[in-house]
């Protein structure tokens, strides 16, 4: 009995350090963006497994397959006038961001409003958006307000989260494979799959919510969107009531500390709004 434990142990180990050298070497440090006036400056880790360009994919696949499902439910832009009002903030949101990454201004931004009850908003790798008519009719959102929503959903694109936490989630299941190599139990990687959970169903990272936080004010100032209107948005959304919690707030959880950080980012950036809003 000894002499198996020892066996096992000693095959544990193995794996463990095959594994880290593994992920270790797949690995390299990036800079997604620029750091703009709010200073955006934290390096990240990304898979050589996960590129930019593989995810854009999945994810204009994944978003294609969506807006089919919506329009076969009759339920993609049924407002005209509504779906006209998010993309007219869009783009004046999109002409913004080669202050954080020139590339990105040639993405194929696209963005759409889907029938649902859901208090929702997300944009994907590449920038395929959606907001949800929940959001609309249960915040109320003033433009400003919209603007700071839709812009924190862009940052989370412009410094490439997903791809951030898809490598997370494939480093992981890299791990498992190692293992599996071992065991043979066996172990695989999807990148759709990955990217469904960290786009719909994980909870973002306090870090990441942090740096679409301020971005996204960023954005919205430049744009010429008040970006204290952030600070009134996610007040709506921590006091929305009705016995349950609004779903973005599932992957965008709120807090006061969130809120007293939006109260300074705004501040920061309220001579670069001040700046685009003169006649």
């Known amino acids: 009995m000894q002499l198996s434990v020892k066996r096992c142990c000693g095959a544990g180990i193995r794996v463990m350090v095959l594994a880290a050298a593994v992920l270790a070497s797949g690995c390299s440090v990036v800079q997604t963006t620029a750091g703009g006036d709010i200073g955006i400056d934290r390096k990240q880790y990304m898979a050589s497994g996960v590129s930019e360009a593989a995810l854009q994919q999945e994810a204009s696949a994944q978003y294609a397959q969506m807006l089919s499902q919506a329009k076969a439910q009759k339920a993609l832009n049924v407002d005209a006038g509504q779906t006209q009002r998010v993309r007219n903030i869009a783009q004046r949101l999109i002409r913004q961001v080669g202050v954080f990454r020139p590339d990105a201004q040639s993405w194929q931004w696209e963005i759409n409003v889907l029938h649902s009850d859901e208090v929702n908003a997300w944009c994907m790798p590449g920038g395929k958006m959606a907001v949800y008519t929940g ?3 249960k915040i109320k959102p003033t433009d400003a307000e919209l603007a700071a929503i839709i812009g924190h ?4 694109a412009l410094r490439e989260h997903a791809r951030e936490r898809v490598s997370q989630q494939m480093a992981a299941g890299l791990g498992l494979a190692v293992l599996s190599a071992v065991t043979g ?3 695989a990687m999807d990148l759709g799959q990955n990217l469904s959970e ?4 994980l909870p973002g990272s306090r870090t990441h ?3 679409a936080d301020r971005m996204g004010v960023e954005l919205a100032a430049r744009a010429g969107y008040d970006p204290h209107a952030a600070v009134s948005l996610w ?3 921590a006091q929305l009531g009705g016995g349950s919690q609004p ?4 992957t965008h959880p709120s807090s006061a500390t969130r809120i007293a ?6 501040a920061r950036v309220e001579p670069l709004y001040r700046q685009a809003a003169k006649p």
């Open 135 to 137: 959001l609309i009719q």
């Open 185 to 187: 139990s066996g172990a």
């Open 198 to 201: 960290v786009m719909f169903t």
């Open 235 to 237: 007040r709506k959304m």
């Open 209 to 211: 919510e942090t740096e």
């Open 261 to 266: 950080d939006l109260e300074q980012a705004a």
């Open 247 to 250: 779903e973005i707030l599932s």
């Open 153 to 156: 959903e862009m940052a989370h």
